[in-house]
């Protein structure tokens, strides 16, 4: 994962910058190498066993006679992100229009709208680029910190096929201030359950969506009933 790729380079203000935020303790774990990136693909096989017990009209999954359901405390108990505050539109602007004046406001790290979503390479490119400018003290730590908390939400709780997100939810992760107002259990949650929905209907193969949540969520429930 980037974050445990880059942990040595990244400068202690933007940490400090990172752990002001809801996303302090996913990415902690992150970046001291407790969670892997690559932890769906190796779990592949078991997503697709549960996947067979998922009702897409209940957004539930069905265990013989048992129904239950991940909820928004369940997203937060796991990842630590906000249950409350205000929803968050990241959906992608249909109505952008290269060179409108109407487009989305200008991105502190990207410029100005040049596109409908930015990609999870260019995003790993710009933070390279900036943590080189950090070693000659150009770099900006805030960027840096922008730019940790949009690869994870590209890399896992908005994950596509596409490896994208939406420039909409950009200007969120460039907004520190406030990015922990929003309802991002709620989010990832609804996200979550749009991909699902799509891959019981057939569309697309690849899954989008947080699946480690999906895995977490069974794994963690399965042992406290071991208990």
Known sequence: MLMYKYKESIPEESWELINSTCFQGIIEAFKLDKVK???????????????RHYNSDNKNFIFGNTEIEITEHDVHSIFGITKEGSDVDITIDQKYCKGSKKNLADSAVFGKQTRRTITRKVIDD????????????????????SLVIMYLMAALFFSRSGNHIEWKLILKCEDLEDIDRYNWSHKVLEFLHQGLHKHVKGEPRVLNGCLLLVLYWFYTGSLRKQK
């Open 37 to 51: 990136e690559d932890q769906v693909k190796k779990l592949e096989s078991d997503f697709e066993i549960l996947m």
């Open 126 to 145: 710009t933070l390279m680029e900036e943590l080189r400018k950090i070693q000659k003290k150009k770099g900006d730590p805030r960027k840096i910190a």
